[in-house]
């Protein structure tokens, strides 16, 4: 079971599903798929990994801010199903980021990555905020994992950025899910500031208005 922010909007994978939120979400909110095989296929300890379920894929955001339908184009990044690994000698699952570092591929991560289409339509929906990091370019998806078929409970961070697109891209936002993991016993958890709603944050964004939230 899944509940952002303790809502019930979840994943299957987690348990319980919220049908107001995953009644037919693939047509609801046209969720549209733009390519195939964004990342390669990976053998790891002799069995296959794929991941089209990360491929890149359009969501269309109702904003009363921008009185329009925007059009936000989703990618991830393999930090969602890898982790830094700049110490070992392993030769195998072996990924490099977008800025060259060196990462192995994680079966926990690579299990949650699965239901981030999901989490991300899940997103799509009046009540659901999400969290400003220290940072303040970017954005976290607060997520409850309560599933006694996991080896872990608790949160899960989906952190992303979300830029306006430009004239020529032919959508009107870019968000790029930067990260996501599940906290680990012993680890702090990440420093977050205040909400804002989803909607509302795209239709800030493309506006060009101010995002900035209260600590």
Not at 150 to 165: C, H, I, Q, T
Request: glycine share 6%.
């Amino acid at each position: 079971m899944i509940h952002p922010d303790k809502r019930m909007l979840g994943a299957q994978l987690f348990g319980r599903i919220d049908p107001y939120v995953f009644s037919g979400v693939w047509a609801k909110n046209k969720i549209m798929s733009l390519s195939e095989a964004y990342f390669p296929p990976l053998y790891v300890d002799g069995q296959l990994y794929e991941f089209d379920h990360l491929n890149p894929f359009q969501l269309v955001v109702p904003s009363k801010l921008a009185r329009k339908d925007l059009v936000v184009d989703i990618k991830f990044t393999n930090h969602c199903f890898s982790y830094g690994d700049e110490d070992t000698d392993a030769d195998e699952g072996v990924l490099f980021d977008q800025n060259g570092k060196r990462r192995l591929f994680c079966p926990d991560r690579y299990e949650l990555s699965l239901e981030l289409p999901g989490i991300l339509e899940a997103m799509n929906s009046a009540p659901v905020k999400v969290r400003q990091t220290t940072a303040r370019r970017n954005w976290s998806h607060v997520i409850q994992v309560d599933n006694d078929e996991l080896p872990y409970d608790g949160p899960y961070y989906v952190f992303f950025e979300l830029k306006r697109a430009s004239r020529e891209d032919g959508d009107d936002l870019k968000l790029t899910v930067e990260s996501a993991y599940h906290e680990k016993e012993g680890y702090d958890p990440p420093r977050l500031l205040g909400r804002m709603g989803f909607q509302l944050l795209c239709g800030k964004v493309y506006l060009k208005q101010p995002v900035s939230t209260k600590r």
